[in-house]
């Protein structure tokens, strides 16, 4: 095995919540080339945080019957967050927005799929610091409640 970096120790303020954010693609995407180490995770920690209420969105199938009734078909029913970060400048949350949408995404060891946007909360009038927080969804990966009839 090949070291590739050292770090120095990190000291971590007890007032940040952070997580740890471990990633891999299942082929070359964003500049790396994973093929050349299928095992190779890339790992940080930053300061993110989960919003305190998770939402259940669902994907349905519902049909009416002959007498008028609905009934549903197929049901989904999955578990997701807002993942809110700290205030990063535009290099970090360029390097999370791509982390968040890699194939394989943990924070803290639990598996994650990010749909849609990585939203930045700042603005352009914003002069005094290039420091913005951003959120974005997340999406429990194997959490599933599904109910399929015929």
Not at 54 to 83: C, H, M
């Amino acid at each position: 095995m090949k070291v590739l970096a050292i770090s120095s120790n990190l000291q971590v303020s007890n007032s940040l919540q952070t997580k740890v954010i471990k990633f891999k693609h299942s082929q070359d995407a964003y500049g790396f080339q994973y093929s050349e180490n299928p095992l190779f995770y890339q790992q940080f920690r930053l300061e993110l945080v989960f919003g305190r209420i998770a939402k259940f969105p669902v994907i349905e199938k519902v049909y009416r019957q002959q007498d008028g009734n609905f009934r549903n078909q197929n049901v989904s029913i999955d578990k997701q967050y807002t993942l809110k970060t700290g205030y990063f400048d535009e290099t970090v949350h360029k390097g999370t927005a791509v982390a968040l949408k890699h194939s394989d995404m943990y924070l803290d060891g639990v598996k994650f799929f990010s749909p849609g946007e990585y939203e930045i909360d700042g603005d352009d009038d914003d002069t005094l610091t290039n420091l913005v927080a951003a959120k974005a969804t997340i999406q429990q990966q194997g959490f599933n409640i599904t109910s399929i009839s015929c």
